[in-house]
């Protein structure tokens, strides 16, 4: 109560104007700040939603611009600044192109705003968290990304179709690369406390399926539509809201692991408690043989995105 609650967003896209909208339905945000290079693009978005600012309780003021200065006061910096994922492309090809961004980007932001936590939407998700944390300085607790919220929701909901359930009583989580390396925690996916490998309709061949689906997502939308925008900008609001309401919720979010079977130094995505403060508060997890090989996997494969990302700062 009497919190400043404003979130900026660098990148006023597809996704991060998307983010605003969501954000302005949100009633947990007080002031909106959109800054995008293309300056004529923030202000023309900023516009058409300062024009409902009348329709939504929270919101007192959406600015916008080019000028990084705006991010003053901001609790959160969302970053979804940086090219997206084309038919045919991999998370991966964009690599390059997002970390030369980034290393303008961050410095600009901490000339600004040294207190603020970074929430991390660009892909390759999980190495452009690793680097805004080495960029920043700041400490992990504060720089995340959204990693694999946005996959668990889609779990869910596919999940929730099969089963005749709905996709908030699914207990699931995908665990690791926001990308192609990803995996079900299947050991721990339940419904209302049963194991969903105890249920009438369970099939390994279905779950098979749905995780191949889970994977494939994004392609599918970007291949009918284009780009996705929607179910990431409602994953920002939910950790967005968990941040400005010291929720203490539990999402996958990515962030640098220390020491969990083995790995270091990787930004990853785990179950981690999610409050005011950021994320300090890992939870330690235990995963069955076959799910610490697609773990260590994962890790693997980010360490080495990371390692041709560092090669690039
Ligand atoms: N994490 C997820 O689950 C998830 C989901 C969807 C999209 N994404 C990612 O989000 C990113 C943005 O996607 P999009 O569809 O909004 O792309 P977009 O091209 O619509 O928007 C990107 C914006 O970034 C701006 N930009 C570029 N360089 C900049 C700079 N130096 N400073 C400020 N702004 C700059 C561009 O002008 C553009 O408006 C992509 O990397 C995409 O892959 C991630």
């Not at 959109?34 to 978005?45: P, S, V």
């Not at 749905?210 to 609001?237: C, E, H, P, R, W």
């Not at 995505?269 to 996997?297: H, W």
């Amino acid at each position: 109560v009497g919190r400043l609650s404003k979130v900026a967003i660098i990148g006023a896209g597809n996704v991060g104007s998307s983010i605003a909208f969501s954000l302005m339905m949100s009633n947990a945000v007080s002031d909106i700040a959109l800054i995008d290079i293309n300056k004529t693009k923030a202000k023309g978005e900023a516009l058409d939603l300062a024009h409902g600012l009348q329709f939504v309780p929270s919101v007192n003021s959406i600015q916008a611009g080019d000028d990084f200065s705006l991010i003053k006061n901001a609790v959160i910096v969302v970053m979804c600044a940086g090219i997206g994922q084309q038919k045919g492309q991999t998370r991966s090809d964009l690599l390059n192109y997002n970390v030369s961004i980034f290393k303008e980007i961050i410095p600009e932001i901490i000339k600004y705003n040294n207190e603020c936590i970074i929430l991390v939407v660009t892909n390759p998700l999980d190495v452009m968290t690793y680097v805004t944390h080495k960029l920043s300085g700041f400490s992990s607790c504060r720089v995340f990304g959204t990693g694999t919220v946005l996959d668990s929701a889609r779990l869910r909901y596919l999940l929730g179709k099969h089963f005749d359930i709905s996709p908030k009583d699914v207990g699931a989580h995908v665990l690791g690369e926001h990308g192609d390396s990803q995996f079900v925690w299947w050991s721990q996916a339940s419904i209302a406390g049963i194991p969903l490998s105890q249920l009438q309709l369970f099939s390994q061949e279905t779950m098979n399926t749905i995780y191949n689906k889970t994977k494939d997502a994004a392609s599918q939308i970007i291949s009918l539509k284009g780009v996705t925008n929607f179910a990431i900008a409602m994953v920002v609001t939910k950790i967005v809201r968990a941040i400005l309401l010291d929720q203490s919720r539990v999402f996958t979010v990515s962030n640098i692991v220390d020491g969990v079977y083995g790995v270091s130094d990787v930004s990853l995505s785990l179950p981690m408690v999610v409050r005011r403060s950021g994320t300090c508060q890992k939870l330690s997890i235990s995963l069955n043989d076959r799910e610490q090989k697609f773990f260590l996997e994962s890790a693997l494969k980010i360490k080495k995105e990371i390692n041709q990302a560092l090669a690039l700062l």
